[in-house]
């Protein structure tokens, strides 16, 4: 009898054991947080040259931007895209002496991952693209904190069109033209915390 009791008191105090080590082992949960921030505005000056005008050297642009870089987030935090604006301007300058005058085309375009959203040439003299639209989703500028901005220029400049005997000469007085692009984006930086279930 006294044997039957030993045991069974000691099976008891393993049960105990393993119901208080049970009772330890809590699940972890990871809660997102996030916070809503305004970057401020990125500003770039540029000129390119017109592609019609002999030795052109420059005619397009090229920004490669990482705004997980640029915004101004708590060290090792994350961030998520969730608007972006570029808006580009020029003033055409009108060069050169004679009847007719060219307008300056530009053109915008945005590389988000493997999707390129175009302007087309315009010009207007101003040129705004906004993300996202019906090409780039939330969850796509999200997933991209690095985006290619690329700034074109079409055939500019006032020619001359005098009537010569063998057809009409083209002549470029506009060498190319000068521009200002901003960028102005919104972003949520997130971060996660551990909590005991």
């Given at each position: 009898?006294?044997?039957?009791?030993?045991?069974?008191?000691?099976?008891?105090?393993?049960?105990?054991?393993?119901?208080?080590?049970?009772?330890?082992?809590?699940?972890?949960?990871?809660?997102?947080?996030?916070?809503?921030?305004?970057?401020?505005?990125?500003?770039?000056?540029?000129?390119?040259?017109?592609?019609?005008?002999?030795?052109?050297?420059?005619?397009?642009?090229?920004?490669?931007?990482?705004?997980?870089?640029?915004?101004?987030?708590?060290?090792?935090?994350?961030?998520?895209?969730?608007?972006?604006?570029?808006?580009?301007?020029?003033?055409?300058?009108?060069?050169?002496?004679?009847?007719?005058?060219?307008?300056?085309?530009?053109?915008?375009?945005?590389?988000?991952?493997?999707?390129?959203?175009?302007?087309?040439?315009?010009?207007?003299?101003?040129?705004?693209?906004?993300?996202?639209?019906?090409?780039?989703?939330?969850?796509?500028?999200?997933?991209?904190?690095?985006?290619?901005?690329?700034?074109?220029?079409?055939?500019?400049?006032?020619?001359?069109?005098?009537?010569?005997?063998?057809?009409?000469?083209?002549?470029?007085?506009?060498?190319?033209?000068?521009?200002?692009m901003t960028v102005d984006y919104s972003y949520l930086e997130v971060w996660y915390e551990t909590k005991n279930a």
């Amino acid at each position: 009898m006294v044997k039957k009791a030993s045991m069974a008191v000691a099976a008891l105090i393993v049960v105990a054991i393993l119901a208080v080590a049970g009772c330890g082992e809590k699940e972890v949960k990871r809660i997102r947080q996030e916070e809503e921030g305004v970057g401020e505005t990125l500003t770039f000056d540029g000129h390119l040259d017109n592609p019609e005008w002999g030795g052109a050297q420059r005619t397009q642009d090229v920004y490669e931007i990482d705004f997980a870089q640029e915004a101004n987030v708590t060290e090792g935090r994350e961030v998520q895209l969730t608007r972006l604006t570029v808006n580009l301007r020029w003033v055409d300058d009108h060069s050169g002496t004679d009847s007719q005058d060219v307008t300056d085309p530009f053109m915008v375009n945005i590389t988000v991952g493997n999707v390129t959203v175009s302007s087309g040439f315009r010009d207007t003299g101003q040129i705004t693209l906004t993300l996202p639209n019906n090409q780039v989703t939330d969850k796509m500028l999200a997933e991209n904190t690095t985006v290619q901005i690329t700034v074109y220029i079409g055939d500019c400049g006032t020619y001359a069109a005098p009537p010569f005997i063998f057809g009409r000469l083209v002549r470029y007085y506009d060498t190319g033209n000068d521009y200002t692009m901003t960028v102005d984006y919104s972003y949520l930086e997130v971060w996660y915390e551990t909590k005991n279930a």
